[in-house]
């Protein structure tokens, strides 16, 4: 019995060493942080859009007249662009005279500006007929509507192009008549006197009057009348009332030559072409404006300066329609070989295109 009990306790013993032991338990891993959702990109900020400044030119003195107009056809765009297009405008040649615009337009050292092709007959011979007499209705407000549709022509779109500008609106004058220190109303009256009038083709037209053409600037005007050296002169009512001709020369003889276009307002193409094409179209839609703006600008200046001329001894002479009509048939054959000329020196078809407008300033002119 011991025996059979000390073999159950060995069988035991070795049964108890035969079985492996149990493993500790491995320490618990933390849970792995839930996926978070994954968020869109953030749109990046599209830079802010410099602002453009133009240097803009006129060779007027800045507050009156055609100066006002270029000022405010500035401020509208710049307040239309939300100043994404500014200005700062030179006045009284403080870049350029007249006869340095297209130069300085051009070569970039303005960005635009009042164009004057009476000094660059090579360069602008088209736009040049518009200030050629009766080229042009009689009204100013007629003459730059009707300029400002020509202007959107194939014609002067590439004459201007030529010259690495784009043109906006014109920048047209009162119509031109004629102020003298003793008034006159026939065409013989012209006969003998001497009348500051104004480059080709002026003398030849006074010399087919019986007159003589004598060559001023503006301010010389006054004294020359006063001492003599001139009759008077031609020239418009702005002109009459701003230089103080009328002290000199009062009396103002209605022959309505024409409202002149001898300006244009423009643009550098290069500067152009820094602007965005919606920018461009607001600076395009306030020109459209120039004309209307332009010919109230007259009339609002006119009205006072008219009354305060006639209160100090100005008197307006009218002319009757016969002589008008004598004086334009006169006119015309000189005007006609000007053209003639320039379109000889210059290779462009001028004839054909003062032809048009003189049929198309008759017609203005008769309300047709």
Request: hydrophobic share 45%; glycine share 8%; charged share 20%.
């Amino acid at each position: 019995m011991r025996k059979l009990f000390s073999l159950v306790m060995l069988f035991a013993l070795v049964a108890a060493g035969c079985t492996t032991p149990t493993a500790p338990a491995a320490p618990s891993q933390p849970a792995a942080p839930a996926a978070q959702p994954t968020r869109a990109p953030q749109p990046t900020a599209a830079p802010a859009v410099q602002p453009i400044t133009l240097q803009i030119l006129d060779p007027g003195a800045a507050g009156s007249g055609r100066p006002a107009v270029v000022e405010w056809w500035g401020k509208t765009i710049q307040e239309k662009t939300n100043g994404r297009v500014q200005f700062k405008f030179h006045f009284a040649g403080a870049l350029a005279g007249s006869n340095k615009s297209l130069e300085a337009i051009n070569t970039g050292v303005a960005d635009g500006g009042a164009v004057w092709p009476i000094y660059y007959p090579s360069n602008m011979p088209m736009a040049l007929t518009f200030g050629a007499p009766f080229a042009t209705p009689g009204d100013a407000r007629k003459t730059l509507v009707l300029a400002h549709k020509l202007l959107k022509e194939d014609v002067l779109q590439k004459e201007f192009d030529k010259n690495n500008l784009v043109p906006l609106a014109p920048l047209g004058q009162m119509s031109y008549q004629v102020f003298v220190k003793k008034p006159f109303e026939t065409v013989d009256g012209f006969k003998g006197i001497k009348i500051r009038a104004g480059g080709p083709p002026w003398p030849d037209i006074m010399k087919a009057v019986g007159g003589t053409n004598v060559s001023l600037s503006g301010p010389e005007t006054y004294e020359a009348v006063q001492r003599g050296t001139v009759d008077g002169t031609l020239g418009a009512y702005d002109a009459w009332s701003n230089l103080r001709w009328y002290e000199v020369a009062p009396y103002a003889l209605q022959w309505d030559v024409g409202a002149p276009v001898l300006g244009w307002l423009a643009l550098n193409k290069d500067t152009w072409n820094k602007i965005s094409p919606a920018d461009r179209k607001i600076i395009l839609d306030v020109s459209d404006m120039v004309p209307d703006q332009l010919a109230k600008q007259f009339d609002d200046e006119m009205a006072p300066n008219m009354k305060k001329m006639q209160a100090e001894g100005a008197k307006v002479v009218e002319i009757s329609a016969a002589e008008r009509a004598k004086l334009k048939a006169l006119a015309v054959p000189a005007v006609k070989a000007w053209a003639a000329s320039v379109e000889k020196e210059r290779g462009a078809p001028v004839t054909a295109y003062l032809d048009r407008l003189l049929q198309l300033a008759e017609a203005a002119n008769s309300g047709k």
